[in-house]
């Protein structure tokens, strides 16, 4: 039934929830478990930039600040899961808006379910606009388990 599960994780307490919960699909069903988070490309307005330059820091610096918070992230992701006795992990990172990269990534991919946390580390727009994981649910075209 659930033999590919896409779990989207940011390092939130719900998305680390759903970690477990999605491991536990993954252990029940016999299926591969793909951990995927979603970055958001660092945009460089006047501020930051002036910053960057009084700290002697580049732009790549910033993405790279990025880029291993969301290793950090897939890899405790997949400690918990290996606890739980998964087998079959595999980890993506992948940058643009989040809703609509985990659905595009979740049809390429051929996933049975997504699994996410209800709230994230997301910022006003998220709040303004609805959240995360509603939009994924509205968007997607398999089930979507939102774990609390």
Sequence with gaps: MF????CAVDGSDHSMRAVEK?????????????FLTVAKAVKMNEGLRRFMEVEHVSGQDAQ????SFSQEVLTEAKEIAQKI????IKTEVKVGPPAR???????????NAVVMGSRG????ESLLLGSVSHKV????????????
Excluded: W
Aim: hydrophobic fraction near 45%; proline fraction near 0%; glycine fraction near 6%.
């Design 3 to 6: 033999d590919k599960i896409l």
């Design 22 to 34: 999605a491991s536990a699909l993954a252990m029940k069903f016999e299926g591969e478990l793909i």
């Design 64 to 67: 790279y600040v990025l880029d």
């Design 85 to 88: 006795g998964v087998k079959n």
């Design 101 to 111: 990269t985990i659905v595009e990534y979740a049809n390429e991919k051929d996933v």
């Design 121 to 124: 580390h997301g910022d006003l």
């Design 137 to 148: 649910a509205s968007l997607s075209k398999v089930t979507c388990v939102t774990v609390r």
